[in-house]
């Protein structure tokens, strides 16, 4: 019921741990790690990030585990930090749930699930799925043009931006073909540069997937495209969107008036 690792540095044991409380009916663990303790004061968030990357690889590739946790005392917010950078959700909040030191104090449970995506490029008949996309009420809220969207110009729209050749549509999917969100990446006509969006499938909100897609798309188009920066415009009071943009990898920029709204310039390049 666990599987434990050590976790080196070149050849030299800094750490243990792996995954236990192992559940294989149910296909879920509990993660566990202890560093050496020189270490936390000034590198507790770059090993545990590393840590958590390395054994959610076992959990989900090699295990095909659904779901990992963590179970950790109230004490730690520097944990909860990297878990969220992580991608990992607050699931549980348990109140007094331990006695330590003399007192009750409250246990965190930060969880992931393990969502398996595809991604492809979008064609022609995925029009109809873009438009409900578009016009959906969380996601016309967010975008700079709230006005809902009509079907004969989405229709142009779509099918010139999937014919345009400086626009790259990704669709994200699960490995049953769920529709789970798209990403869009457009070449502006200023010089290598380019504006990305994104929109996740009502049914898949709440799951921590934004930053996923996003880090995934802007791989791709990099790889293809590496002399170019890909720039995310945000609505200042989208928190949702910047922590997920801030996970994937991009930095932010600056504070400006973007299409008559306060918004945030996030980069990513390919350095």
Not at 63 to 73: D, E, G, P, R, V
Not at 125 to 134: R, T
Request: proline share 1%; hydrophobic share 40%.
């Amino acid at each position: 019921n666990q599987i434990l690792f050590s976790y080196l540095e070149n050849d030299t044991c800094i750490g243990y741990g792996g995954l236990v409380h192992i559940n294989w009916i149910d296909q879920f663990a509990e993660i566990s790690f202890l560093m050496d303790s020189q270490l936390e004061k000034e590198q507790f968030e770059f090993h545990w990030l590393n840590y958590l990357n390395l054994i959610e690889s076992v959990a989900f590739k090699d295990l095909n585990l659904h779901k990992i946790f963590t179970y950790a005392f109230d004490l730690r917010p520097s944990l909860y930090k990297a878990l969220e950078k992580a991608g990992f959700n607050q699931e549980a909040r348990l109140k007094e749930h331990c006695y330590f030191d003399k007192k009750f104090i409250d246990v965190l449970i930060h969880s992931k699930i393990n969502y398996p995506l595809t991604v492809r490029k979008a064609i022609l008949k995925d029009s109809e799925l873009y438009f409900e996309w578009a016009n959906d009420d969380e996601v016309r809220n967010q975008s700079f043009n709230s006005n809902s969207i009509d079907w004969l110009n989405h229709q142009k729209w779509f099918s010139g931006k999937v014919e345009n050749e400086n626009c790259s549509l990704f669709v994200f999917e699960t490995n049953h073909k769920n529709a789970v969100g798209q990403v869009r990446i457009e070449k502006s006509n200023e010089t290598n540069t380019c504006i990305i969006g994104v929109s996740i499938s009502k049914n898949f909100r709440g799951k921590k997937l934004a930053n996923q897609l996003i880090s995934k798309a802007s791989f791709l188009f990099l790889k293809e495209n590496p002399t170019y920066t890909i720039s995310a415009y945000i609505k200042r009071d989208n928190f949702a969107s910047i922590k997920s943009f801030e996970q994937a990898g991009f930095i932010f920029s600056q504070s400006l008036d973007y299409q008559g709204s306060e918004s945030l310039l996030y980069l990513k390049t390919n350095l």
